[in-house]
């Protein structure tokens, strides 16, 4: 029989502990090994215990989440981290600033004043996400061998990205030139709020704007646009120019925003003029979409399963034979300079 997955929960609200605990319970993959209810505790236990994941709530007395964090990245980084957090934004700020301090994931805590409704949420979002998390990367077949793609005349840049992506664009973006000659759209998975405190984050981090996509603006050079969160962003043209738009259509891919709903977009509007990256995340959002840019002569490029933290999207894109290129995430910044000639 496979080892079952070890969690160690973390939370100063003996509700919230309970609660988690009974929901992972229920998971036969999943074994709850103990609980902790500060930050110094987690470290004595994640120490002696070793567990493969930690679920770790951001405000408690004596130690708090993010100090906890630095710790354990430093003492035990094979561990996974999935913080919890509150919906506010504040509990938006902290999230950002612990994933970019290494934590894998986040939760947010349920706003819901329903018990069974918070039960549910934690349950949709957690329990994915510790196995995601934590399921051992299948690398894939030798692809089919492709000649190396020449730097171009594309028009934009489109970046689909879930679980992993925040500490992921930071080892991107924030490497990009103040002449980077396109505009870059990004879908990230994340809740409102957080899209807004992510797109700050980067944009403090780099020569680059970079902000949150507002409805009806002029998509412009050298801008990062974010998707916010719950509403899908494309791309149209008006008059001589290209806006951006944003929907609250129904989910795809059980995501919204979605990859596919913005590369869709952009193939049909920049047509073979488009460049894409695929990174890490669960699911397979950014497939469809990929097609599409594929069908209308644009480039696909797609993160490796070994710098992937979940390697889900990318694995969907390269399987499918969309990848024009796989790239570990340390190759990106440069590759993408040579391909839009600003090296």
């Known amino acids: 029989m496979n080892k079952k997955i070890s969690v160690l929960v973390v939370d100063d609200s003996a509700i919230m502990r309970k609660l988690i605990v009974d929901i992972l319970k229920e998971d036969p993959e999943i074994e709850v090994v103990d609980t902790a209810k500060n930050g110094e505790e987690a470290i004595e236990k994640a120490r002696a215990l070793n567990p493969d994941v930690i679920t770790l709530d951001i405000e408690m007395p004596v130690m708090d989440g993010l100090t906890a964090l630095k710790i354990l990245r430093r003492e035990l980084p094979h561990i996974k981290i999935i913080m919890f957090s509150s919906l506010t934004q504040e509990g938006a700020k902290a999230t950002i600033e612990a994933l970019s301090l290494g934590a894998s994931d986040f939760v947010p805590k349920p706003s819901s004043k329903s018990f069974v409704e918070s039960v549910k949420k934690i349950k949709e ?55 980077f000659p396109v505009p870059i759209l990004i879908v990230q998975h994340m809740p409102p709020i957080f899209t807004k405190q992510l797109a700050e984050r980067l944009d ?59 590369f869709e977009s952009l193939a049909e509007v920049y047509n073979g003029k488009t460049l894409v990256l695929v990174l890490t995340g669960m699911g397979n959002d950014g497939k469809e979409g990929a097609k599409k840019i594929k069908e209308k002569g644009g480039v696909v490029l797609a993160q490796d399963a070994e710098s992937c933290i979940v390697f889900g999207m990318p694995k969907a894109v390269i399987e499918a034979n969309l990848a024009d290129e796989i790239l570990n995430l340390s190759q990106i910044p440069q590759r993408l300079k040579e391909l839009f000639r600003c090296s």
């Open 204 to 262: 403090h981090m780099s020569v680059l704007r970079v902000k949150e996509a507002e409805q009806g603006e002029p998509v412009k050079d050298s801008l990062v646009y974010i998707a916010p969160g719950d509403y899908h962003m494309v791309v149209k043209k008006q008059g001589a120019g290209i806006r951006i738009h944003l929907h609250q259509g129904p989910p795809r891919n059980f995501c919204r925003p979605s990859v596919d709903e913005l």
């Open 125 to 179: 979002d957690l329990i994915p996400k510790i196995k995601s998390l934590v399921i051992k990367k299948v690398l894939l077949k030798p692809p089919v061998k492709k000649p190396k793609i020449k730097a171009g005349d594309y028009k934009v840049c489109g970046i689909g990205v879930s679980t992993g992506g925040p500490q992921t664009l930071m080892q991107i973006i924030p490497k990009l030139p103040a002449n």
